[in-house]
């Protein structure tokens, strides 16, 4: 079983910057590749990708509407991953949520595609 511990988010002012971390737990070296993922969840709104890293080539993607200002990255040595959030806007307040993907077959840019969950970490951005 492998469970995933986020760090705390924070309130930022538009314009700033702030780096979550997501921290695995448990056997992630029984997978051979995975892919580890950020999502986030607006108030009234559904859960959606905000960008993803294979573990072993570090290939990365993101979102559309977050592309150029964030960045996701991994320690191998730690098996942490963090996304990097800069230029942030109102628009980015959500709940980040990171997810692992212990068999990805696709772009694992769908939050069907993962299989562990943290428990979430409140963004706000203020305007």
């Known amino acids: 079983q492998v469970q995933l511990v986020e760090s705390e988010g924070g309130t930022v002012q538009a314009g700033g910057s702030l780096r979550l971390s997501c921290a695995p737990s448990g056997r992630t070296e029984d997978f051979i590749y995975y892919v580890m993922g950020w999502f986030r969840q607006a108030p009234g709104k559904e859960r959606e990708f905000v960008a993803r890293?294979?573990?072993?080539?570090?290939?990365?993607l993101y979102s559309d509407s977050v592309n150029g200002r964030f960045t996701i990255s991994r320690d191998k040595d730690t098996g942490t991953a963090y996304l990097l959030m800069n230029s942030l806007k109102p628009e980015d307040s959500a709940v980040y949520y990171c997810?692992?993907?212990?068999?990805?077959?696709?772009?694992?840019?769908?939050?069907?595609?993962?299989?562990?969950w943290g428990r979430g970490t409140l963004v706000t951005v203020s305007s």
């Open positions: 997810a692992l993907a212990r068999s990805p077959a696709g772009r694992t840019m769908t939050s069907a595609e993962y299989n562990y």
């Open positions: 890293i294979g573990w072993d080539a570090g290939i990365t």
